[in-house]
């Protein structure tokens, strides 16, 4: 049986358009997930359901007198359309229970209402029997909260940031020069060489922990970054030789040669040349670099202690017993914010084309 | 006066493996050499160790009573085209030309007039902005090209530059390379393996073969006084045909025909004084007679048109023999031809030595 043309080229445009959107949902759909939640309040995340797809901006809250002396919070539940009790079950008109009040509804509701401002409500509720308003909804609270119940996130962040950029100067460099060894000269054992650089990435971390930590601590650079950005590079170094010495392999000589000719020296050649060239290729491996460090976490758990990098400050917080799920979504946002970014700074340099061909 | 010397030049590679053998060339002033060759006869290996891109293992390079031998190459006032062009791609085609000029501090108003200068020579001046990925083939060419010029070399050496064109520009470009040399001046290096290129673009030509030069003299002296089979052999086209000859009672015998030489060749043939001799005859000296005049009559086996020109192979022996006839002339495959050789434009060769009789 044939299929006809037109119907064949339809199946395969769709499979393809399937195929992306698959892969795009399988990226976006977590981290559109947990940014949803990372913008939820306490009361959204546990009482609403289901979740809106996108969260709200404000909380309806309504005040209801009771009795002359009290009043009752309720708030507006968006999952059942409907008014629900919220907070203590009765409110008197004081300073004391106002200032409870304001606590609670930071925490709970990620609103911010002065205990002067809930006192005025109350009054306009016991003057008319109900009042509603709305209250803006703090978008950057999980964060803050994140940051101020996880002591030492906010140090986790510089400590990973500095082992990143470490790892990529170190293992970007070497690797690099390898690589151009590798590519460029012709040496005895080149090939053995070459293979047996990945040998380190066989070695599960576990394994070599304790080793690890014995030879880190001797050279003072246990629990600090430099030591962790080492440990790092290792594995790293072995990964870049393999992609610079491709790249580096597929840069013509001549073109070098061309540059001695033209009165350049061997080493403005390399940089005039050769490395300009190579810019795509070692954007990518810088990229792999800081993705791999940044989101690194047995290493990081056994090589450190009281400098933690922010993947275990997170990995930590997921194992608290108070699960606050809209928090850690909070944290892993964090997490996955700084390479995302970075990816996109270094994308222009990754498609990097001269004159409308890719090099 | 001459501009490069060449002294016992040779590259080894490693233990048996030799690039050269053993070069020796004087090349004058705005001469434009051509180095001629079969593939993997060492042209490019010797045109590098010119240009300091390879070590040399054994030899002298001079140029203007300059030892260069040993200097890098920046420092020796070389430009050089490359087979592939080598052209940086991620520079546009006014800072690859001004590469060069840049790194010798030339000040910017000299340096934008020489750029613009050659650029107008080679006729890329509409395209000083673009990238090498945006231009053809013979347009990235033209580039290698001004940006050799751009320097004004001392010397300027061309690896088969025209190899990647097709065939029109090739012929073409030939033409401008030729106008470029004479309006530039620069004494020229050419290395081809097309032997029509050189043999219409060079002063001299420099025949090698496995690492060593086999011949070097004008297009002329090369075609009309070959010194050895191989050389008759290599230029042309269809290069000469050759005959396994004897010398016996003052003629040339062959089992086909006899053939008793012109007064001068006698001469030559008897001063050489050895019997066993290889009879060269170049396609177009072979004629075609009527039948009582014939040397030999041989079949026809393909004729094959060439527009200008005819060339047909004929039987002779076991050999195929090449000839040149007008065009229409309505010879057919299996018909014979009664031939006979232009007897003022034979070339005999020594059949041990394979080298060319002296003295005619
Ligand atoms: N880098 C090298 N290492 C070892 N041998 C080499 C090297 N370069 C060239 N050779 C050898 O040296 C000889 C001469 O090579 P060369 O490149 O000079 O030839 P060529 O005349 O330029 O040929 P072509 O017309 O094919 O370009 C060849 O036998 C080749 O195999
Ligand atoms: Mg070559």
């Not at chain 2, 016992?8 to 002033?29: H, I, Q």
């Not at chain 2, 007679?289 to 014939?294: D, Q, S």
Request: aromatic content about 10%; overall charge positive.
């Amino acid at each position: 049986m044939t299929i006809p043309r037109p119907l064949f080229q339809a199946a395969q445009k769709t499979t393809l358009a399937l195929l992306v959107t698959t892969v795009a949902l399988t990226i976006l759909f977590p981290l559109f997930f947990l940014f949803t939640f990372s913008l939820m309040s306490d009361y959204e995340t546990y009482s609403e359901w289901p979740k809106p797809l996108w969260p709200h901006s404000q909380v309806r809250y309504r005040m209801e007198k009771i009795s002359p002396q009290t009043t009752r919070l309720l708030i507006w539940n968006h999952g059942q359309s409907q008014w629900q009790p919220f907070g203590p079950e009765h409110i008197e008109a004081n300073e004391e229970v106002a200032k409870k009040l304001s606590r609670f509804l930071t925490n709970y509701g990620n609103t911010t209402l002065s205990p002067s401002e809930i006192l005025s409500h109350v009054q306009k509720a016991q003057n008319s029997g109900f009042h509603e308003f709305t209250a803006q909804k703090s978008l950057s609270q999980n964060y803050q909260r994140f940051f101020r119940l996880y002591s030492g996130a906010a140090d986790a962040v510089l400590h990973s940031l500095s082992t990143a950029l470490l790892t990529i100067l170190i293992s970007v460099v070497i690797g690099g020069m390898a690589g151009y060894a590798f590519a460029r000269y012709v040496f005895k054992g080149k090939d053995v060489l070459k293979l047996s650089v990945l040998f380190v990435r066989m070695f599960p971390p576990v394994a070599i922990a304790i080793p690890m930590v014995v030879i880190l601590g001797r050279m003072g650079l246990y629990d600090r970054p430099a030591g962790l950005s080492l440990i790092y590079s290792v594995n790293q170094i072995a990964m870049n030789i393999w992609i610079t010495a491709s790249i580096f392999m597929g840069i013509p000589e001549s073109l070098e040669e061309a540059a001695l000719i033209f009165g350049a020296n061997k080493r403005g050649a390399f940089f005039r040349i050769t490395l300009p060239l190579a810019v795509p290729g070692l954007a990518a491996c810088a990229m792999y670099s800081f993705i791999s460090s940044w989101n690194e976490v047995i290493n990081a758990l056994i090589l450190t202690q009281f400098r933690p990098t922010f993947p275990v400050v997170v990995y930590k917080s997921l194992l608290g017993a108070n699960a606050q799920v809209h928090l850690i979504a909070a944290g892993s946002i964090a997490q996955a914010a700084p390479a995302i970014l970075f990816t996109l700074i270094i994308r222009r340099y990754l498609l990097q084309m001269w004159g409308g061909v890719k090099v | 006066m001459t501009t490069l010397t060449l002294t016992n030049l040779a590259k080894r590679y490693s233990r048996s493996v030799w690039g050269v053998r053993s070069m020796s060339l004087d090349v004058k002033d705005k001469e434009f050499v051509v180095f001629l060759g079969p593939s993997g006869c060492g042209k490019t290996t010797c045109m590098r160790m010119i240009a300091g891109l390879e070590t040399v293992t054994r030899g002298r390079i001079i140029l203007k009573g300059q030892d260069i031998t040993d200097l890098p190459p920046k420092d020796r006032g070389v430009s050089m085209v490359f087979q592939n062009y080598a052209i940086w791609p991620h520079m546009n085609v006014y800072d690859n030309i001004a590469f060069a000029l840049r790194l010798k501090n030339v000040d910017r108003k000299e340096l934008n007039q020489r750029v613009k200068k050659v650029a107008q020579m080679v006729r890329i001046e509409p395209l000083l902005k673009r990238f090498p990925g945006q231009m053809s083939g013979g347009q990235q060419q033209r580039v290698a090209l001004a940006r050799a010029l751009a320097v004004e070399p001392r010397l300027f050496l061309m690896d088969e530059p025209l190899s990647n064109l097709d065939a029109k520009l090739r012929v073409s470009m030939r033409t401008e390379l030729k106008t470029i040399h004479q309006e530039s001046g620069a004494t020229s290096i050419f290395v081809t393996h097309d032997q029509s290129e050189a043999m219409s673009m060079a002063d001299r030509i420099v025949i090698m073969k496995d690492g060593e030069i086999v011949q070097t003299g004008t297009p002329e002296e090369v075609y009309f006084q070959s010194a050895n089979t191989f050389v008759a052999g290599f230029i042309g086209t269809p290069p000469a045909n050759f005959f396994p000859v004897e010398w016996k009672n003052g003629k040339l015998e062959h089992p086909r025909f006899q053939l008793s030489p012109p007064p001068a060749l006698h001469q030559a043939i008897e001063n050489h004084g050895k019997n066993r001799l290889i009879l060269g005859v170049r396609p177009e000296s072979i004629q075609v007679v009527r039948e009582e005049e014939a040397l030999f009559i041989a079949p026809v086996l393909v004729v094959e048109p060439q527009g200008s020109h005819q060339i047909v192979a004929v039987q002779v022996e076991d050999e195929v023999v090449k000839l040149i006839m007008p065009p229409a002339c309505g010879v057919q495959p299996g018909e014979l031809l009664p031939l006979t050789f232009d007897s003022t434009r034979l070339h005999l060769f020594d059949e041990e030595s394979q080298l060319r009789i002296p003295g005619y």
